[in-house]
Each structure stands twice: as C-alpha cells, then as structure tokens.
C-alpha cells in the first residue's frame, strides 16, 4: 500500500489479500431500467416513511402496553441495529451479490414489521423493532450501490437525485400518516403498511432486475465475510450511540455510565481499525479508501451536514409548535417549503449534473446555502413573518438538496469499481452518524439554555416541568405567563440553529478541495479507474 498517496488510486493497486472482484454491473433497457428504477424508489420511501410514521405513533403504543418509561427504546433499538449494521452491507454485496444481500434486507425489514404489527408487549416491540433496523439499515446504501450497477456515472445524478427527493418526501409524509394511523385506524397498521409497498418492491427486483452473478458457493462467501472486524463494528457503533441517546436524557452527559461507554467506544473503534487494516484478509473497510481525496472529504462533509440536517428536521417542527402555536399536524404542514426545495435542487441538481457532467460546482454551492440558510433560522422568533420562514426553510432545503447526491458521486467517481459499494454505504453511514451527533449536541444544548431561561421568567405555580414538555401546557397559560416562556423557546431555538453554521461551514471548507473526476459513461470496470490529479 505504501505506494499510494491521498490523490490517486488505479486499478495497479493490489488486491487485499484474499479479496475477489465482481463485475454486477448490467445495463438494463431503457423501460426495464425504468421498473426496476420506480422499484427501487418504493424501497426508499417505504425505509424513511416508516421511522417516522413510527415516531408518531409511539405515545399510543407506550399507552396501550402501560409502558411509558420503555418508549425511547423503541426508537434506540432501530437506530442501534440500523447503524450499525448499514456499514456493512458493501461488502456484503460484493461477496453475495447485489440482488440477493437487497432482497435480504428488505425481507428482514418486512420481517421485522410483521413481528412489531403483532406485538403483545412492550418487550417483544422492542425486539421486532431491533430485526426491522437490521434489515432497514441495509436498504437506502444498497439502493444506491444497485444504481450505481445498472446506470453509468454521467447518468447517475439525476436518478440519485430523484431518491434524495423521495427520502425527503416520505420524511414528512410519515407523521400526518401515523397520526392518521393512530388516531382512526390502528397503531398496528404503521407497520403492516410496509408489506404491500414491500412486496412490490421485491416483486420488481426479483422478475425485473438481472445482474451477473456473483462466483463461488455459499460456504466459501462466508469464508470471506470479516466476522471478527464486523464484530467491533456493531460493538464499537452500539457503545457510541447508547450515550449519545441517553446523554442529557436518561443520564448526565458528566454521569460515569455516559463518559465510560464514550471511552469504552473509543477504544472498540481503535481496535477495529487495527483489525481492518493489519489483520483481515478482506477488510470492510479497505484501508486504501482513506488514501483517496474525495472519498474522505465526502466522509467529513456527511458527517457534518449530517448533523446540521438532523437539527434542522427535529427542531423547526418545536419552534412551529412551541412558538407558533400550531398543532403537530400544520408544524409537520409547515416544512413543506424545506421539502420542496429539497426535492426541487435534488432533482434539479442531479439532472444538470448528468448534462454537464460537472458536481463539484453544486457540492460547494450546496453546503455554502445550507451554512447562511442555519444562520438566517437562528434569527426566527416569535414575530417572524411567513415570507421570512418560508424562504429561509425554502434555501436550506435548497442547500441540502445541491450537495446531498451530488457529494455522493464525488466519492464514486474517484475510486474502482471494486470499492462502490463500500464508498457507498460508508458515505450514507456516516451522514447518519452525523445526524445523531447533531441530535444530541443540539438536544444537550437546548435543554440547558431552556431551562437557564426558564428559571428566570417562570412564576411561582407554573410547572417547570410541563413548560418544559408540554406544547399544550404552555397554551393553557394566560397569555401575559406564556409570552416570557415563548421567547425562552426562542432564545433556546436561536442556539440548536447556531451550530448548524460552523456544522455546515466545516462541511463547506472541506467541499473546496474535493476535485473533480471526469464521470464516465460506461459501466463497470475498466482498464485503468479515475485519477485524480
């Protein structure tokens, strides 16, 4: 490896010991390209629709089984084993191929929502919640890793884009649909929706998508699979997320149980970058990939824009109810203008970007609106205007949605054919990581300038804690009470949309020095991979 350097990577590069490449590349007809194309769509609406038609309903849920103290587990143990495991699944792919490692996550996902559809009690929820996240965190990378096998680069960007707008679509979609759900049906049907949508998808890919396949038997793929490297992985990821959800929340971040799994995560991940690049024969992570310019700085980008988005999504729709006074179902209304700019410059950005063959112009242009646009939602307040709101929520969504697909190609077009599907899962890892970073630093510092204001407008025989957690609380109060506590709401808000600057801007910089590699028209391996010089 020593003769590598951050800016090159060819196809003279040595395989990993043991490793084996595959071409699953196929160029499908133009109306094949299509249904397999609207099958994958339906996956990605299907996996984001879900996490929040699920969010919605968890109130009901933790009423039903008289378990209120259990409903954030819910949540955390998708979250644990979808991130984890989404990592993963490149390299699964190469070793068992496309169609069937996406077929295995769909199904798994399915799986798991039939369990949770019919659970008995908070426990097994739990559980089946955990199955779904293995299955649904393989579903969005392998989705794009599947695009990348049947669709040249030059083409790529506008059917990414397209996906980046569906994500965007369901986002919001999910939680007018789970109030629906909740409120006149069942909250059982926020999971048994996923098996119509489920099985046309895996109807498509099974009759529609044919892509070369992969050589060996059974036994001998799962001789290649790292076990020992996926084990740190999965044990590193869990050890980090658990305080970054209970950090503020269940536990002190200063708490001993907090700050050991911090130093117990650390210390995992140096092990298993130890693993990967001295002992295992085919490494999840190919060490060579962090010896490329652009896959890296795509790394640093999502991660950061990553946590700037998450904060936007978790606390505009507080600052339309808290603020705004509006009910959780005109707040979610509310972010139409963020979802139509998203889907809009997505789309936009992806289709120019398939005519002129040029990103890197987008990429910059993206993460700089998404810098100014955190800026100008941090001077929100309770006397804002509807113009004002809806054209800062117009450019951030604009923002996120140049440079969110468009970054991603970034990082393909600078390695072989043999590293895309790992580039792949590891930008849509850590843009997730990312995002659970920015959800706890937000949360930890809205939570403290919350309750510093608080303290001092609040008057004696107001709840500190139903002002705190109560939207409904802090309109039943006489409006002379609820004023003070309003612009508290709003002092706090300015700060969680603060940090989104030096979040976006750390990503802005970075996007400065990616370069652009030509995108090519052909698929597949070739004699000689991009170099960027």
């Not at 490793?19 to 499908?28: C, G, I, R």
Request: net charge positive.
């Amino acid at each position: 490896m020593s003769n590598l350097n951050i800016d090159t990577i060819s196809s003279d590069t040595p395989l990993d010991p043991g490793e084996k490449v595959n071409d699953q590349t196929n160029q499908l007809p133009f109306k094949q390209l299509i249904i397999v194309f609207m099958g994958l769509a339906l996956a990605i609406f299907l996996s984001s629709l879900d996490q929040m038609i699920v969010t919605t309903a968890l109130p009901r849920i933790a009423s039903d089984f008289h378990a209120l103290s259990d409903i954030s587990w819910v949540a955390t143990s998708y979250l644990l084993t979808s991130t984890s495991f989404q990592p993963l699944y490149g390299k699964i792919s190469d070793i068992f191929g496309r169609k069937f490692t996406f077929l295995f996550a769909i199904s798994t996902f399915v799986a798991g929502s039939v369990l949770c559809g019919a659970s008995i009690d908070m426990p097994m929820l739990i559980v089946s919640r955990a199955i779904a996240g293995i299955g649904g965190g393989g579903i969005m990378s392998l989705v794009m890793i599947i695009i990348s096998d049947i669709v040249p680069l030059r083409e790529r960007g506008k059917y990414q884009g397209i996906l980046g707008g569906t994500f965007t679509i369901s986002s919001v979609l999910g939680p007018l649909i789970g109030g629906v759900f909740t409120d006149r049906l069942s909250w059982r049907w926020a999971f048994y929706i996923n098996l119509p949508t489920a099985a046309l998808t895996i109807t498509i890919i099974i009759t529609i998508l044919h892509l070369p396949h992969v050589y060996g038997s059974f036994k001998e793929k799962l001789k290649r699979i790292d076990f020992l490297g996926t084990t740190f992985l999965i044990a590193s990821t869990v050890t980090i997320l658990l305080p970054l959800n209970w950090g503020g929340n269940t536990y002190p971040w200063n708490s001993s149980i907090v700050i050991s799994l911090f130093c117990v995560g650390a210390v995992l991940i140096c092990v298993f970058l130890f693993i990967e690049f001295r002992i295992a024969v085919e490494p999840i992570v190919p060490q060579r990939l962090f010896k490329i310019r652009n896959p890296v700085l795509v790394y640093i980008g999502s991660f950061f824009i990553g946590m700037a988005f998450y904060g936007f999504i978790y606390y505009l729709p507080l600052y339309f109810q808290a603020v705004r006074g509006y009910s959780a179902t005109k707040a979610g209304l509310q972010l139409l203008p963020l979802v139509l700019g998203l889907v809009a410059f997505s789309t936009g950005s992806g289709f120019a970007t398939s005519l002129s063959g040029r990103y890197h112009p987008w990429i910059i242009f993206g993460y700089g609106l998404t810098t100014i646009s955190a800026g100008l939602l941090s001077t929100l307040n309770e006397n804002s205007n509807r113009g004002e709101e809806i054209g800062y929520l117009l450019m951030a969504g604009a923002g996120l949605g140049c440079s969110m697909q468009t970054a991603l190609l970034a990082a393909q077009s600078a390695v072989e054919y043999r590293d895309i599907a790992v580039v792949t899962s590891l930008s849509s890892f850590f843009r997730t990581i990312g995002g659970v970073f920015g959800v706890a630093i937000s949360g930890s510092i809205f939570n403290n300038k919350l309750s510093s204001h608080l303290v001092d407008v609040l008057p004696p025989g107001i709840s500190f804690d139903l002002v705190k957690n109560s939207v409904e609380y802090i309109r039943s109060l006489p409006p002379d009470v609820q004023v003070p506590i309003i612009h508290a709401y709003v002092q706090s808000l300015r700060y969680v949309f603060l940090i989104g600057v030096p979040m976006a801007g750390v990503a802005f910089i970075h996007s400065l020095f990616i370069k652009h590699v030509p995108l090519r028209k052909t698929l597949g391996p070739i004699e000689k991979a991009p170099i960027d010089k």
